[in-house]
């Protein structure tokens, strides 16, 4: 019997996935809108395979924080991201976090239902458009200004590109409104902005293509 654990906060996404799953005979297909439940049902029913969202509830790119920590828990973790943000940057970086395929959302069903089935028999997964796009990341990784960013410095940005405040994006985050100053003044470095104002129209540009 497969068991398969959907982590997105978007109800239509749940119930268009759920659908699919079913339909493709799938048995056991349990939910969560949020990372904390959804690594808690990770942990509790080990599925078989997860799908799982890279933002969630306004929280940057967290789910490239539990990709890891599902990756971390269980080294054979099979994991689908199931994605709006088609950035070849953010595909590499949900990769090496540990997740065995990827697929944008706005893909069809069918080539949806063919990243689980890859996925499912533990095989990675790109379209054949991202893992040229990807490939050409690896090949110019040192020419892009987000290649050396860590997963907390994306999520900031992400976040700073919304428009969040320093004391929102620390609650979002689940960090000290400390913590974030200093990651914001280490973004300013590594993308070299004099500014914060400058540095959010630097985000803003920079992600626009994640959109």
């Known amino acids: 019997m497969t068991t398969v654990l959907i982590i997105d906060d978007h109800p239509i996404v749940l119930q268009g996935c759920r659908r699919m799953l079913e339909d493709a005979g799938i048995e056991t297909v ?11 049902l990770y942990r509790r029913h080990a599925p078989d395979v997860v799908i799982v969202d890279l933002a969630m509830q306004g929280n940057g790119l967290g ?19 199931l994605s709006m943000h088609s950035d070849p940057i953010i595909v590499a970086r949900a990769l090496e976090a540990g997740a065995t395929g990827y697929v944008l959302k706005d893909t069809s069903s069918e080539h949806l239902l063919e990243a689980f089935q890859k996925v499912r028999a533990g095989t990675p997964y790109l379209s054949n458009d991202l893992a040229m796009q990807v490939a050409l990341v690896h090949a110019s990784a040192r020419q892009n200004r987000l290649a050396d960013l860590t997963p907390r410095e994306l999520q900031t940005l992400s976040l700073l590109a919304e428009g969040k405040a320093y004391g929102r994006i620390a609650e979002e985050l689940h960090v000290s409104y400390k913590t974030v100053v200093n990651v914001c003044s280490q973004l300013k470095q590594k993308l070299e902005s004099r500014n914060l104002p400058e540095l959010i129209r630097t985000a803003v ?7």
């Open 63 to 81: 789910g490239l924080s539990l990709v890891r920590r599902m990756r971390a828990s269980d080294p054979r973790a099979r994991i689908l991201v």
């Open 30 to 40: 349990l939910e969560a809108r949020d990372a904390v439940s959804g690594y808690k």
């Open 205 to 211: 540009q920079l992600l626009s293509a994640a959109s």
